[in-house]
C-alpha cells in the first residue's frame, strides 16, 4: 500500500524537485497539494498527479482556481491549509512553505500524530521546543529536508549518545563571498538573487547571501539533534560538496558528500527509514580537484552573528529575529533598503524586544506581530529618511 503524501508549497523549489522523485517511486502516492498563490501551476500538477484536493494560502487565488477547476476540492486560507492536513488521512506531510508561515501547518501534522519532512526551518526556529515536544507527545517523526540537516541526520544515525562532540555546518558563502562591508554597500536585488550554487526562491537565496539561512540552520540544528549551541560550528565551504560534518570523541570527524542536488535529501526524507535510487550524478572527487574551506566572517555578515545571539537569548527571541528578517528580506527584495540595512533593521529590532519566556504557540504570535510591526516602522524610517 504506497504511504499517503501531502505536499505544502507544492509549486516551489523543494515542492517540484519532490514531485519529481515521486514520478519514480510506487511507493508514495500524493493525495493533497498546497500552494500560496500559484493557482493555474497548482492546478496542472493536480492534474498531472492525479490529486483531488488542493488548498491555496491566497484567498482571492483559490476563488479563480474553484472557477477554473472541477477536478476536486479547493480550500482556501490557512483554516483550508490546516483541514487539508487534519482530513487528508496522510502518512506523511512534506512541508516546503517558505517563512514563519509553515508554523500553523507544522503544529497541525504533527498534532495529528503524522510523519513531517520538514523543509520549512522557521517552524523549528520560531517554535523550538514547542515543536519538538508536540512531535514527541503525538509519537510523529520529524526527518529534515534541507542539504544540511538531511546530512547531519545521516551522520548522528549511527553514533551512540555522547560520542558526538561537535556539528558542523557548512555554507557556500553565497554570491558576496570575501566581499568587505564596503563592498556590499550598492549590492542590487539581481546581484543578491545570483547564488553561486542552487537554485532557490528569491526569500532564501537573500538569506543565503547575508548568512541568515545558516543563522536559521543553526537554530534549527540545535532542536532537531538536541545540540548545546557552542557544539554548533559554520564553515565556508564554496563547492557545496561537503554538507556537512561531525566531529566525534576519538578525535574522527566524519563527512557526509555529493554534488548539489536537492532531489538526494528530498528522497532520503520521503523514503526514510529506506533509501531508494535517486538519478543524480555520482561524486566523482578527481573530477571535482579539490575543497576548501575558510571561517565565516560574522563582522560583514553580521546576520549569522545575530542569529547566534538570538539563539543564546532563547525565549521568543528567535521568533523576533525570524519575523524582522522577514520582513527585512522583503522591504530589500521590493527596493526599499539596501542590503547591509538588512542586519541593522533586524539588530534594532532585536533591542527593542527583549526575549521573554515562551507560555505557548500563541505568546509566539503575539511576538511575531511585534517584531513586524517594529521592524516595518523601521523600514519605513529608512525609506523616507
Not at 508549497?9 to 508514495?28: F, K, Y
Amino acid at each position: 500500500m504506497p504511504r499517503r503524501l501531502v505536499i505544502l508549497g507544492s509549486t516551489g523549489s523543494i515542492g517540484t524537485q519532490a514531485l519529481d522523485v515521486v514520478q519514480r517511486a510506487p511507493d508514495l502516492s500524493v493525495v493533497a497539494l498546497s500552494a500560496d498563490g500559484a493557482w493555474e501551476e497548482l492546478i496542472g500538477q493536480a492534474r498531472e498527479h492525479g490529486v483531488r484536493r488542493i488548498a491555496l494560502s491566497d484567498v482571492d487565488a483559490a476563488a479563480r482556481a474553484a472557477e477554473a477547476w472541477t477536478g476536486g476540492d479547493v480550500l482556501s486560507g490557512p483554516d483550508g491549509l490546516v483541514r487539508l492536513i487534519t482530513e487528508s488521512n496522510a502518512d506523511l506531510v512534506l512541508n516546503a512553505i517558505v517563512g514563519s508561515a509553515g508554523l500553523v501547518p507544522t503544529v497541525a501534522a504533527l498534532g495529528e500524530g503524522i510523519d513531517l519532512a520538514l523543509a520549512n526551518k522557521e517552524s523549528l526556529v520560531v517554535g523550538g521546543e514547542l515543536v519538538t515536544q508536540l512531535a514527541e507527545a503525538t509519537g510523529a517523526t520529524i526527518i529534515p529536508v534541507d542539504s544540511e540537516h538531511s546530512a547531519l541526520h545521516q551522520l548522528l544515525g549511527s553514533e551512540p549518545p555522547g560520542t558526538v562532540d561537535r556539528l558542523i555546518l557548512t555554507a557556500s558563502g553565497g554570491p558576496f563571498r570575501g566581499r568587505s562591508a564596503a563592498e556590499l554597500q550598492d549590492v542590487t536585488v539581481e546581484q543578491a538573487l545570483a547564488h553561486p550554487t542552487w537554485d532557490m526562491g528569491g526569500k532564501i537565496t537573500i538569506d543565503s547571501a547575508t548568512l541568515m539561512n545558516k543563522g536559521l540552520e543553526l537554530i534549527e540544528a540545535h532542536h532537531l539533534f538536541g545540540t548545546p549551541y557552542e557544539q554548533i560550528d559554520v564553515v565556508v565551504h564554496p563547492q557545496s560538496i561537503v554538507h556537512s560534518l561531525i566531529q566525534l570523541c576519538d578525535g574522527a570527524t566524519l563527512a557526509h558528500l555529493g554534488y548539489p542536488d536537492m532531489r538526494v535529501p528530498i528522497a532520503y526524507a520521503l523514503h526514510y527509514p529506506d533509501r531508494v535510487d535517486v538519478p543524480v550524478a555520482r561524486l566523482d572527487l578527481a573530477a571535482v580537484g579539490s575543497l576548501t574551506f575558510e571561517p565565516v566572517d560574522e563582522e560583514t555578515f553580521a546576520c549569522l552573528r545575530l542569529a547566534r545571539e538570538a539563539a543564546r537569548a532563547a525565549g521568543t527571541a528567535p521568533c523576533t529575529l525570524n519575523a524582522a528578517n522577514e520582513v527585512a528580506v522583503h522591504a530589500f527584495l521590493s527596493g526599499r533598503l539596501r542590503f547591509l540595512e538588512i542586519a541593522s533593521v533586524i539588530e534594532e529590532t532585536l533591542e527593542s524586544l527583549p526575549a521573554s519566556t515562551v507560555h505557548s504557540f500563541d505568546s509566539l504570535a503575539a511576538a511575531d506581530g511585534q517584531a513586524r510591526r517594529i521592524a516595518s516602522e523601521l523600514v519605513n524610517a529608512r525609506t523616507t529618511a
